[in-house]
């Protein structure tokens, strides 16, 4: 039995997993879906005091407080900076990290990752979020189609802008957690570069999913296998 912690990317929250979640638990797995302070259920509680530290302890809560050992953390795009701190405050809990069409955090001890989402619109003075519009969908989840469309626009919630532009600080306990990569080879990028190295060297093993960007949503069964795989 696995102990998966599932972390959704921007706009999303605990319910992007429910098609996933039947197939993990269905093979004797445990699975904790998240919802990330400001989005979802949880989009009431933003506020300007949101950012990555917010997330972070969102993530080593669930862990804690249900007492959770021996944990797989999959952390979907951005969710990577929330996956990769947490991983570095419990090692001792973590077994590995599954990045899900995202990359490995650089094993350095300087802040980074911190960065300006205007590639998804106009980002004004004072702005604490991102809206999901019909533009970024299309941008980033071009084969979400039909009535998957139509669920994804009726739950995404905006993306609070200080989880892109928080920067995380990790140590040197980070560079010894083990790591795994989904890739989707209908993203936004070329699938080769990464697996190539491209991005960094490529640690520990990889899936590709013909998938865009929300593999958990256009093929959860598919998505689920290969967590299951990499899991360990």
């Not at 300007?48 to 302890?57: F, H, K, Q, R």
Request: charged share 25%.
């Amino acid at each position: 039995m696995t102990t998966f912690v599932l972390v959704p990317g921007a706009w999303l929250g605990s319910w992007v997993w429910e098609k996933v979640t039947p197939h993990l638990q269905r093979a004797g797995n445990r699975a904790y879906p998240v919802t990330l302070t400001g989005m979802g259920e949880r989009v009431h509680l933003l506020s300007p005091d949101v950012g990555i530290e917010t997330a972070i302890n969102d993530v080593i809560n669930i862990i804690k407080y249900n007492e959770l050992n021996d944990v797989v953390l999959v952390g979907h795009s951005f969710a990577t900076k929330v996956v990769s701190a947490a991983g570095d405050r419990l090692p001792a809990r973590v077994r590995k990290i599954i990045y899900l069409d995202t990359f490995r955090p650089d094993k350095v001890r300087t802040p980074q990752m911190s960065f300006q989402p205007d590639e998804f619109g106009e980002v004004k003075p004072g702005q604490l979020t991102i809206p999901f519009t019909d533009k970024v969908l299309e941008k980033i989840g071009s084969d979400v189609k039909g009535t998957n469309r139509e669920w994804m626009k009726s739950l995404a919630t905006p993306w609070p802008l200080r989880y892109a532009t928080d920067p995380i600080t990790l140590t040197e306990i980070y560079d010894g957690l083990e790591s795994a990569h989904i890739f989707c080879t209908k993203s936004d990028y070329d699938v080769n570069e990464p697996i190539s190295g491209k991005w960094g060297v490529l640690e520990g093993e990889y899936r590709t999913i013909e998938a865009a960007h929300f593999p958990m949503v256009t093929k959860p069964e598919e998505t689920a296998r290969s967590l299951m795989e990499l899991s360990g």
